[in-house]
């Protein structure tokens, strides 16, 4: 169906960056302004133990004075759309819920204007923030093998530590209701004491230009956090902004539902393939 994995905002090329110490700067105030923002008084207060740890962007790239501007391009992409998911994320009101399922996760909602609708799961994870980070990045294009929505998640570029242009193509549905899609993204991965984010824009990448009988979706913004339970250390608090433009002529009340559901399904799946791992562990101890 639909790549189950962090979605991002339309890719912007970025020809005319010449100095990328001055617009570097420029983002890190601009990011920390928000992740600010973020730790605000108030109930939804959930990176507020974040900020009080290490930076998010304190330390600079070392790689920068190498690369090239086509990799800066990139890597300016993928903080932006860390940034505007994090301005997103720290707007408490406004969300509509979606769907609550019997197990508490929960998919929430909200028109944004410019962007469109934006859906928010939020839900706990059995596992420590580590564990699932180094799932989702470190094992990303093992994705196929355990998400049926995805068909494949193929890595073409890897710039620095921190950011990677990625294609992904999006599994069968049932009775075809949504047709083949593809999608070109920067992703940008970050840490911040013992919260990651994991954010990305749509992009265009030379690699991989616009494949015949597949439809070119473009998403964003969208941004996964994970950060410890509140209540339990070892266990995640696992919070995945979404939106995605699915292109084609595809009624809107289809493609909520069908967004919807692809996060609840996608916990639902990353839950037994941790699951799993844990198995397979044991037994190898035994």
């Keep these: 169906m639909l790549p189950a994995t962090f979605k991002l905002c339309a890719g912007i090329s970025y020809r005319h960056m010449r100095n990328m110490r001055g617009l570097r700067k420029n983002a890190i105030v601009a990011i920390h302004h928000e992740l600010d923002r973020l730790a605000g008084p108030g109930p939804s207060n959930w990176i507020s133990q974040v900020r009080r740890r290490s930076s998010l962007l304190s330390s600079p790239i070392k790689e920068e004075d190498g690369y090239s501007e ?63 980070y180094g799932e989702l990045v470190g094992n990303m294009e093992q994705m196929s093998e355990w998400n049926p929505n995805v068909k494949q998640v193929k890595i073409l570029q890897k710039i620095g530590k921190d950011t990677m242009v990625t294609h992904e193509v999006s599994g069968d549905t049932p009775g075809n209701v949504v047709g083949p899609r593809d999608f070109v993204s920067v992703r940008c991965a970050k840490r911040r004491g013992s919260t990651c984010f994991l954010a990305g824009t749509s992009t265009n990448h030379p690699k991989m230009p616009e494949q015949r009988g597949v439809v070119r979706a473009q998403n964003g913004p969208t941004c996964i956090v994970m950060k410890p339970s509140s209540e339990d250390p070892n266990k995640t608090k696992f919070t995945w902004l979404l939106n995605i433009d699915l292109k084609g002529w595809i009624p809107k009340t289809i493609i909520n539902k069908v967004l919807s559901q692809t996060q609840v399904d996608f916990a639902n799946h990353l839950r037994q393939r941790m699951a799993s791992q844990v198995s397979v562990e044991m037994a190898h101890t035994c």
Excluded: C
């Design 70 to 132: 086509e990799e800066m391009s990139y890597v300016k992409q993928g903080e932006d759309a860390l940034q505007k998911a994090i301005g997103i994320l720290s707007e408490q009101e406004g969300w509509i819920v979606e769907t609550v399922a019997a197990n508490g996760d929960k998919v929430l909602s909200k028109v944004l204007p410019g962007i469109g609708k934006v859906f928010r799961l939020e839900v706990l994870l059995e596992q420590h923030p580590d564990s699932l």
